[in-house]
């Protein structure tokens, strides 16, 4: 098989970053990822909801590999009296991992507005030293601040602002020594390495043994993306983040085959298969479990009642949730692991 193009997934995943896609907020990542595909001529259908299922070809025991394209991010919960927004997350988004953040406020009908997340007072020469150690809270002390001569609640609702808009964090991607970091690698990154595979397969000719789609979701951060699957899928493979930590194997060079997340184990008999495909294929991986607060797209289905085999494959990536970071190692070992599943 072809080799990992780590040019084209850079592209592909800077295509995906340049979309504002905060979890229900799926529409314009969606045309994205149709015409993407149309320019690989992969065949695909939209779900009612949202998603992108694309149909890599083969008969029976179909699989579903799935990568997710929402992200984490805020909405409006109402509007200040100084001009100022007080905001809930969208996902598991915390005060800490966003506060001096740029966003863009996305209203519903289409006006788009510049900002950053603050604390409140937002200067820490005017601040008493009591309040400097207080964590901040979205629901007491943290606000987004407008970019606009904005002084009211009336002078933002003049703007079409209103409580339930969108707010999308900045992504700040960069390249630097081999790894990259930005907001949204989870799991932007991946369904980077999953197009990648695709175009791969697809340039290459090959005869999958089986038939497998290929699942973009749009509402893994909120726990449903795949909580609705094709009737022929017997099994479903996640490809998303492996958070590093002091307790865990995941590296960032490596590609994590997870044994356990936070609800319950992944299936032993296909993860096992998943173990022998890297050994064979020679592919720098690791096993690891995540707990206590964490889970995929495949857990989802299984929850939904399925009666399939799921599991679970990613790059170790750290500071999860926040602002993150991988390694084209990392990217590369799950393409490699990826492909020599699907092609076994």
């Known amino acids: 098989m072809r080799s990992f193009d780590e040019s084209y997934c850079l592209k592909t995943f800077e295509r995906l970053l340049a979309v504002d896609s905060t979890t229900g907020q799926y529409e314009e990542i969606q045309a994205l990822i149709a015409a993407m595909l149309d320019e690989l001529g992969v065949p695909y259908r939209l779900t009612h909801k949202g998603g992108v299922i694309a149909e890599l070809g083969g008969e029976g025991r179909a699989l579903a590999v799935t990568a997710h394209l929402d992200d984490i991010g805020l909405m409006v919960r109402h509007l200040n009296a100084d001009g100022t927004l ?14 001096t953040e740029n966003v863009r406020v996305h209203t519903r009908d289409g006006k788009v507005y510049t900002g950053a997340v603050c604390r409140t007072p937002n200067s820490i020469h005017v601040t008493e030293e009591e309040l400097r150690s207080v964590l901040p809270d979205y629901r007491t002390d943290v606000c987004v ?38 907001r949204f690698i989870d799991d932007k990154a991946c369904a980077a390495v999953l197009l990648t595979a695709i175009r791969a397969l697809r340039e290459e000719g090959v005869a999958l043994k089986r038939r497998v789609y290929a699942y973009f979701a749009m509402f893994e951060e909120i726990g449903h993306g795949t909580a609705w699957l094709p009737a022929d899928v017997e099994d479903i493979l ?75 494959i990613g790059p170790g990536t750290r500071n999860s949730h926040g602002y993150e970071r991988t390694h084209l190692d990392g990217l590369r070992n799950t393409y490699e692991l990826l492909l020599a599943y699907l092609t076994r």
Not at 87 to 93: E, F, T
Not at 147 to 163: C, F, N, P, W, Y
Not at 281 to 302: E, K, L, N, R
Request: aromatic share 12%.
């Open 86 to 99: 007080n905001v809930c997350p969208v996902g598991g988004l915390y005060p800490f991992y966003c506060v």
């Open 145 to 182: 601040v407008l970019d606009e001569d904005v002084k009211s609640a009336a002078d933002v609702r003049a703007l079409g602002i209103e409580t339930g808009d969108m707010i999308a964090l900045e992504p700040r991607f960069r390249l630097a020594g081999g790894y990259l970091k930005s």
């Open 238 to 312: 996640a490809v998303d983040i492996a958070p590093t930590g002091p307790d865990q194997n995941s590296d960032e060079h490596k590609v994590s085959i997870f044994a356990k997340d936070s609800r319950f184990p992944y299936h032993w008999g296909m993860t096992n298969e998943l173990r022998q495909a890297a050994i064979d294929a020679g592919v720098d991986y690791v096993m690891d479990f995540f707990t206590p607060h964490y889970g995929t797209d495949g857990d989802g289905s299984v929850l939904a009642g399925y009666d399939i085999r799921h599991a679970a």
